[in-house]
């Protein structure tokens, strides 16, 4: 039985999240529906990470098992005629069975955009978050890059989150001002606490409108306490660009 890895893009607006749910569609759920079809039976696909409603990914990755034999080039293909066009396979690779796209990736990496000013462009409204006013980028950067190291991140996790261990090794977290109206917030890390970025990108927010100076990221981080933090940003802003693992045999891309 092969065993296939998928490199998947998608525009989250439409859909209920990545995880297959009873009510809403799901991304899961829709390419789980296609892998039905092509392998004559149920296909269980797991994820990288489980984006919420609203969340877009540039690099999500799956993997899963089929029965049939077939290419990466034929999965490729076949998922792609039976998806949205909101939902595209961009690549397919076999690889060894013990793979799992969930539980061995090294990193992950996810952007936060930010559009500050008094008018939003009509087609930014469904990808970055409108904050009205001046921002102070620079005092934003400089609190953004308190976050990197090896952290107990719990004053960034959502209330009834996991109840296993909150601490994660950033190993990048900057900001920078993409132009005068787009603000980008990048960060790579070994793991995510749920809703992590969002609180982040939330705290920073605080910081740039001048309520907190950079410092206080400090502060918050060794609070452990949610309260502390800056409010969770809006789904709609946060993409999942890349997950990293190592070395998996070579790919079929789409053209």
Not at 97 to 115: E, G, L, Q, V
Not at 178 to 186: A, I, R, S
Request: with cysteine; glycine share 8%; proline share 4%.
């Amino acid at each position: 039985m092969p065993s296939f890895k998928l490199t998947i893009a998608y525009d989250g607006a439409p859909f209920a999240g990545w995880q297959r749910q009873t009510n809403g569609t799901s991304i899961q759920g829709l390419i789980e529906d296609a892998l039905r079809e092509l392998d004559d039976r149920d296909v269980t696909l797991n994820g990288a990470g489980r984006t919420d409603a609203g969340v877009h990914a540039m690099g999500q990755v799956a993997s899963f098992t089929l029965v049939r034999d077939a290419s990466p080039e034929m999965i490729v293909r076949s998922l792609n005629a039976k998806l949205p066009p909101e939902i595209r396979i961009l690549s397919a690779a076999e690889v060894p069975a013990s793979f799992h796209a969930r539980f061995n990736p090294s990193s992950k990496t996810y952007r936060y955009r930010i559009w500050h000013a008094d008018v939003l462009n009509p087609f930014e409204r469904a990808y970055a978050w409108h904050i009205f006013g001046p921002l102070d980028i620079d005092a934003m950067a400089a609190a953004a890059r308190l976050v990197e190291g090896c952290h107990d991140f719990a004053a960034f996790q959502t209330v009834g989150g996991t109840s296993g261990k909150t601490e994660r090794v950033i190993t990048f977290s900057r900001l920078t001002a993409t132009d005068e109206q787009l603000v980008t917030y990048e960060i790579t890390g070994n793991g995510f606490l749920r809703h992590m970025v969002r609180a982040i990108v939330g705290t920073l927010v605080e910081v740039g409108r001048g309520r907190q100076r950079p410092d206080w990221m400090r502060e918050v981080i060794a609070s452990r306490d949610r309260m502390q933090a800056g409010k969770t940003a809006p789904a709609h802003g946060l993409f999942l660009v890349r997950v990293d693992y190592g070395v998996v045999q070579s790919s079929a891309h789409v053209t």
